[in-house]
């Protein structure tokens, strides 16, 4: 059993506030991904976690343990580093023994548990080479061995696979994935790769400016953004957005066409909905297309609609071309809203009025 | 001019200034110290060794080092681990700790005289503090310890500093996410200097350790002052052996063996401290 939980955490350097009341728990087993730009908070998090940095207020509690006094050994951890911090000084083995020998497992033991975690992440063939001797790819293994043979309650890990190249990121994400569910670990992972975290996550927290916006699992995430700002982040393309006015309770001008929407005592609020979520119709939202981009599965058409941004993936056989002027109709039930004022979602049962 | 010139050309200025100021003069000295008058010989070898003063200067030399240079090891490791950790002021540290680099090795020997001699600081205050009953002579034939002691206390003090200089900057080289991996793998702060500071440290550790120890050997000046013929080593013996006895085959021979010393332990220590083959450090 490792839960861990974060408790009210915040952190301070000198004036600028990098995390701000970050409450969170992630159950046993699961593998938690931080997601965000850089500079969002996410690395000083995991750090607080590991015990690299110390919060300047709040707690930190793994199995039931709270654990801010305590040194990052005796919090049942093991980390991956964004640069892997691979020892050059010492082989393979002695890498991944290095944790097991700091303990002082027998050497009996040691010597076979490397071995099943190098075959693991196969690299038993690089057991005797030194860090200067392999690939990024390589050093990558070596780091996620080195971790995993400490069988830790918890793993954590920073941007592992960011200095990889995109192939090789590809190969490594399909085979953390397995390793990590194999190993029964909790796992929280920081990333800002998107696409990454959607492939991995049981669950996902969107960071940004030192907060946690949302946590869902993936699928959640890019349906329901509890925030305009995770409805602009996540996705490739991201969500569309245009200014939807007030026509009567619970009904909405967009663009010219006329909605449902939530009763609320805005008189203007953000309709938002995915480039997928449309499709060509003989009446709808009049979009004037300014750049096609043919992408093999579909086209990216990226047009104007009174003066705002719209993006749409149509069907690759749609006869289209700069300049034209398209209707587009969009899925009624993936319409989102979102209130100007703060970007929080609106949903369509609540009745503020 | 052609690209693969360029290193010869950058390098031609500093091989002329070695060949005409290195390599030359080590050229007449090793002559002066392989011929003796008629053809070439070891004879000047055999007479500088049997001399009866030749075995006190090379016990007294080598038994300096070897007390000296280890002492200056683990106190520069333990000032460049500090000055490290060191948040604020950690410049005006490495300055005030580098000072007496900046003072003449004879100076510093006249330094320490100062406090050991009969009417020195160290007698005086011992005096005047009521634990002796007047000023006693520290520094005579019947002390050999505490000669050894004062010569020892002054190139302490003189030359730490200059593998502290060496062993910052190595030590600073060495990345922080090192020491953060060894932390969450469990090492502690000593586990964390044996396992990743001195293993990464090997290239400034055999640079530092290479320099003192020529140096050591060559100690002279701080010698001179305090011990005078009281304590004699290699150095002084080539000196009395060029200025004074005004025989220059045999202050050639006795800098060959010094040499001779210097660069057999420079192989050791850097046998010792090598990085295994495939390791980049």
């Given at each position: 059993m ?12 000198a ?8 409450n969170?728990?992630v159950?046993d087993?699961?593998?938690?991904v ?9 690395t ?12 300047t ?5 793994i ?5 801010d006094?305590l ?11 964004q ?5 050059p ?9 290095f944790?097991l020998?700091m303990?002082k ?7 076979k548990?490397v ?30 061995a ?5 069988e ?7 941007e ?9 990121r ?15 670990t909790?796992a929280?992972?920081?990333t ?26 993936p ?30 309770d619970g ?5 010219g ?6 009763s ?5 609020l953000?309709f938002?909905i995915?480039?997928e ?5 003989e ?7 300014n750049?096609v981009e ?10 104007d ?9 149509l ?5 289209i ?5 398209i209707?587009?109709?969009p899925?009624?039930?993936r ?9 929080m979602?609106?949903?369509l ?5 | ?11 031609a ?7 005409l100021f290195?390599?030359?003069p080590?050229?007449l ?7 003796d008058g ?10 500088v060794?049997?001399?009866?003063k030749?075995?006190i200067?090379?016990?007294n ?9 280890p002492?200056q090891?683990a ?16 410049d005006l ?5 580098t000072?007496?680099?900046g003072i003449?090795?004879?100076?510093a ?11 020195g ?8 503090l009521?634990?002796i ?26 030359a730490?500093?200059?593998?502290l200089?060496?062993?910052?900057a ?11 991996a ?11 200097f044996l396992r990743i ?19 050591a050997f ?23 052996y ?26 050791v ?5 090598r990085v295994?083959k495939?390791?980049?450090?």
């Amino acid at each position: 059993m490792a839960e861990i939980k974060i408790k009210n955490v915040a952190k301070n350097f000198a004036s600028y506030q990098a995390l701000n009341d970050i409450n969170l728990t992630v159950s046993d087993q699961e593998f938690m991904v931080l997601l965000g730009a850089s500079g969002c908070g996410k690395t000083t998090l995991l750090r607080i976690i590991a015990g690299l940095e110390t919060a300047t207020q709040g707690e930190v509690w793994i199995n039931d343990r709270r654990v801010d006094h305590l040194p990052p050994k005796d919090r049942g951890i093991a980390m991956v580093f964004q640069n892997y911090a691979v020892f050059p000084h010492l082989t393979v083995f002695e890498n991944i023994a290095f944790g097991l020998r700091m303990h002082k497992h027998p050497s009996a033991e040691i010597t076979k548990r490397v071995h099943r975690t190098a075959e693991l992440m196969h690299i038993e063939q690089l057991l005797k080479r030194y860090s200067g001797e392999l690939s990024g790819g390589q050093r990558q293994r070596v780091a996620v061995a080195r971790a995993l043979a400490m069988e830790p309650d918890v793993i954590l890990m920073d941007e592992p696979l960011s200095n990889l190249d995109a192939l090789l990121r590809l190969e490594m994400r399909a085979e953390l994935k397995g390793v990590l569910a194999e190993s029964k670990t909790t796992a929280i992972y920081v990333t800002h790769d998107q696409v990454e975290a959607m492939s991995l996550a049981d669950r996902i927290s969107v960071m940004n400016q030192g907060r946690i916006v949302q946590a869902s699992d993936p699928v959640d995430i890019y349906r329901n953004p509890a925030e305009k700002f995770v409805a602009g982040f996540i996705g490739n393309p991201p969500m569309n957005f245009l200014v939807a006015d007030k026509q009567a309770d619970g009904r909405w001008n967009v663009a010219g066409q006329s909605y449902d929407g939530p009763s609320c005592a805005e008189n203007t609020l953000d309709f938002a909905i995915r480039p997928e979520d449309v499709v060509l119709a003989e009446t709808g939202i009049s979009a004037k297309v300014n750049v096609v981009e043919p992408l093999g599965v579909h086209l990216l058409v990226t047009c104007d609609v009174n003066g705002a941004q719209f993006r749409a993936t149509l069907d690759s056989d749609a006869n289209i071309g700069r300049g034209d002027t398209i209707a587009l109709q969009p899925q009624l039930d993936r319409i989102r809203w979102f209130e100007p004022s703060n970007g929080m979602r609106q949903s369509l049962e609540k009745n503020d009025v | 001019m052609q690209a693969r010139y360029l290193p010869y050309v950058l390098i031609a200025p500093v091989s002329v200034f070695l060949g005409l100021f290195f390599l030359y003069p080590f050229y007449l000295v090793a002559q002066t110290a392989f011929y003796d008058g008629a053809g070439w010989s070891l004879k000047n070898f055999q007479e500088v060794t049997s001399y009866w003063k030749f075995p006190i200067s090379f016990k007294n030399t080598l038994w300096l080092a070897a007390v000296v240079v280890p002492i200056q090891l683990a106190l520069a490791l333990l000032m460049a681990t500090m000055v490290n950790a060191m948040k604020k002021g950690r410049d005006l540290v490495l300055y005030i700790w580098t000072i007496p680099l900046g003072i003449s090795d004879l100076a510093a020997g006249i330094i320490w005289l100062a406090i050991f001699e009969q009417s020195g600081f160290l007698n005086s205050m011992m005096h005047g503090l009521g634990f002796i009953d007047r000023p006693t002579a520290l520094i005579s034939y019947q002390n050999p310890t505490l000669i050894f002691v004062a010569i020892a206390l002054a190139e302490i003090w003189r030359a730490t500093a200059i593998m502290l200089v060496i062993l910052v900057a190595g030590i600073g080289l060495i990345p922080r996410e090192y020491y953060e991996a060894a932390q969450v793998f469990g090492a502690g702060r000593w586990k964390q200097f044996l396992r990743i500071t001195l293993p990464l440290l090997r290239p400034s550790l055999s640079t530092a350790l290479v320099l003192r120890v020529i140096l050591a050997f060559e100690v002279f000046a701080v010698v001179q002052a305090l011990g005078g013929t009281l304590f004699p080593v290699l150095m002084s013996e080539t000196y009395a052996y060029q200025f004074e006895l005004l025989n220059g085959s045999a202050a050639a021979a006795v800098a060959l063996i010094i040499l001779g010393i210097s660069i057999a332990s420079t192989i050791v220590i850097l046998r010792v401290l090598r990085v295994p083959k495939g390791a980049t450090i």
